[in-house]
């Protein structure tokens, strides 16, 4: 990505033979941050589960950013294109909501 290209006669240098390499813009997308917030009443069970099933992380790995978030108060989930991120979010607030725990999860742009 963003690697100089030449091609014709697309150079800035009015034919004077001098190669100018120009760069065609590709920007990446941006990436956004999913954050879990920490609240006193969401079960650990329940938030490990979350991090499972919406996250696909193993139970060491949930448990373990579910104890970050416990203590810290707030953690990163993982880093995605903003359609992937904003599906996260809809999917464990939704599962949150249905099983009448007080849950966040928002997201951020990196
Ligand atoms: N603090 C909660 C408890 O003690 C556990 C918890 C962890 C809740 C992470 C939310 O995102 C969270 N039961």
Do not use: W
């Not at 150079?11 to 390499?21: E, K, L």
């Not at 990163?76 to 464990?92: D, N």
Request: charged share 25%.
């Amino acid at each position: 990505m963003a690697r100089p290209t030449v091609s014709q006669d697309k150079d800035d240098d009015a034919d004077t033979g001098i190669a100018v390499q120009t760069r065609p813009k590709t920007k990446r997308p941006p990436l956004y941050k999913v954050l879990l917030l920490n609240d006193d009443y969401t079960p650990m069970e329940f938030v490990v589960h979350v991090l499972e099933r919406f996250f696909g992380l193993n139970h060491a790995q949930a448990f373990e950013i579910m104890l970050t978030v416990h203590k810290k108060g707030i953690a990163v989930v993982g880093v995605f294109s903003h359609e992937i991120a904003e599906t996260k979010v809809a999917q464990v607030m939704d599962f949150a909501r249905r099983h009448q725990h007080p849950l966040q999860c928002t997201m951020e742009k990196e």
